[in-house]
């Protein structure tokens, strides 16, 4: 108990962190006797600590559009410092949070730093909070990246833009292809920088006009580029890094055993109703596919004549391939 105190205590001033302890016994004998239920150890118990907590006042909200067109606000407040690092913003993930938070400029906030990485912001209850005359701060009705009108889910919890070509919904699809293909460092500001809106505009730049745009790192991710068209990557992995809303590369890797890349971009919409005797491919996937091809129509034929990726091989549909699974604990 007095380790476990000590050790607490002294998080803030350890040059490195952490949010626990684990203790066990180290006598042989001892861990022998007490053994391991499954793959757990009996002989050692973690011991995490409560997150670290702060108070702060909330300023205002900013929005971001998410690749599916979720709108997610995120709030400001004086900054406070964890572990020698200053916060002054976090997500509230949803409307709905939003709505339960109920916040004004000048509202006081607790935070804690949950899992020593993400700060969580909660209101502070209302004998805490100091004289206030600010109005609430509301949620918008319009998309802060297009100006597109806003809708709700049938549950209220969540806010879309469903403008598909909305500005940061391209940026935030762009920004993950290239995560998706192992591109790595190109942040979202720079894929605004360059302005594309599609993976043709981007594949296609050529070396100058990045330069131009993001200097050393414009050089590198042409380069990265040219190496992932000439990279032989799996259809599936191609398609399914192009951000059709809902769709993994695990689901187009399903769907590619019984229907080329080549037919998904060329057969006629009533065509594509053959994909749901797939096994796991319903309606919801299909209609997805159907509405979503024709924004995608640029990238898809650019893929085509300029990537160089390899077919999936075809497969029955009634194919039943055995999975075996493993269930973290083995015996001989």
């Known amino acids: 108990n007095e380790f476990v105190k000590e050790a607490n205590t002294l998080r803030e001033m350890m040059p490195f962190a952490y949010d626990g302890v684990v203790v066990e016994y180290f006598d042989k004998s001892l861990r022998d006797r007490l053994g391991k239920l499954n793959s757990i150890p009996r002989y050692a118990i973690a011991i995490k600590f409560n997150p670290l907590k702060r108070t702060s ?23 406070v410092e964890f572990f020698g690092a200053i916060h002054d913003k976090t997500t509230i993930h949803s ?3 939003f709505r339960k938070l109920c916040l004004k400029p000048g509202d006081k906030v607790n935070l804690s730093l949950n899992n020593d990485v993400i ?10 909070q100091p004289p206030n005359n600010n109005p609430y701060e509301e949620f918008p009705t319009t998309c ?10 049938d549950s209220g919890d969540t806010a879309y833009c469903i403008n598909f070509m909305c500005p940061e919904r ?10 998706k293909l192992n591109i790595k460092g190109i942040s979202n500001q720079s894929i605004r920088i360059l302005g594309f809106k599609t993976a043709r505009e981007l594949f296609s730049s050529d070396r100058g006009y990045m330069e131009s745009k993001l200097g050393v790192n414009g050089g ?11 990279a032989c990557y799996p ?14 590369s695990a689901t187009w890797k399903t769907i590619l055993k019984s229907i080329s890349l080549e037919e998904i971009v060329n057969c006629k919409d009533d065509e594509l109703e053959y994909l749901k005797g797939i096994n796991g491919i319903g309606q919801k ?7 979503e091809r024709k924004y995608f129509k640029e990238d898809l034929y650019y893929i085509l004549s300029t990537f160089k990726y390899k077919k999936t091989e075809k497969s029955s549909m009634q194919e039943d391939i055995p999975i075996v699974i493993f269930t973290g604990f083995r015996d001989e």
Not at 170 to 179: D, F, H, Q, T
Not at 220 to 227: E, M, P, R, S, T
Request: hydrophobic content about 40%; glycine content about 6%; overall charge positive.
């Open 235 to 248: 259809d599936y992995r191609i398609i399914g890094s192009l951000g059709f809303t809902g769709i993994a």
């Open 170 to 179: 391209c940026v935030a699809r762009l920004s993950n292809m290239l995560a």
């Open 220 to 230: 590198k991710l042409y380069d990265a580029i040219q190496k992932v068209k000439n």
């Open 57 to 79: 006042i909330f300023t205002h909200y900013t929005y971001s559009v998410g690749q599916s067109g979720v709108i997610i606000p995120m709030a400001h407040f004086k900054p």
């Open 285 to 291: 996937i299909v209609d997805t596919i159907k509405k």
């Open 119 to 128: 700060v969580y912001l909660t209101k502070a209850p209302d004998e805490e």
């Open 144 to 153: 802060p990246s297009c100006g597109s009108q806003l809708y709700e889910s």
């Open 95 to 97: 409307l709905a949070r």
